[in-house]
Nanobody, 121 residues
Framework: VQLQASGGGLAQAGGSLRLSCEASGRTFSSHVIGWFRQAPGKERDFVAAIRRGSGATYYAASVKGRFTVSRDNAKNTVYLQMNNLKPEDTAVYYC???????????????WGQGTQVTVSS
């Protein structure tokens, strides 16, 4: 399975962006798709995740209430709707796949190229 994130760009503080993560290849209901972000000089941090089967969602405390992760299994695509963006959300955003729920990027695979999100104040 290969994943590709897209949809990043430049937004003003308080604005919105929607990221997409398209999977090529077969995914299973047990899979979890996670979103992570990495700012320059910092570690890659968990943002949100969704179970492909049940649709259960999980969020980092820093984005809960502002970001929403969703999926369209027919399109094999996961979305990250980001509202009320803040300058500290600026980072490269990645999606990846895991066999089960985890918040540790080391448990994820099939990392694609990330997409840059820049939020200006």
């Amino acid at each position: 399975v290969q994943l590709q994130a897209s949809g990043g760009g430049l937004a003003q503080a308080g604005g919105s962006l929607r990221l997409s993560c398209e999977a090529s290849g077969r995914t299973f209901s047990s899979h979890v798709i996670g979103w992570f972000r990495q700012a320059p000089g910092k570690e890659r941090d968990f943002v949100a995740a969704i179970r492909r089967g049940s649709g259960a969602t999980y969020y980092a405390a820093s984005v809960k209430g502002r970001f929403t992760v969703s999926r369209d299994n027919a399109k094999n695509t996961v979305y990250l709707q980001m509202n009320n963006l803040k300058p500290e959300d600026t980072a490269v955003y990645y999606c990846a796949l895991a066999n089960g729920l985890s918040y540790d990027p080391r448990d994820f695979r099939s990392w694609g190229q990330g997409t840059q999100v820049t939020v200006s104040s």
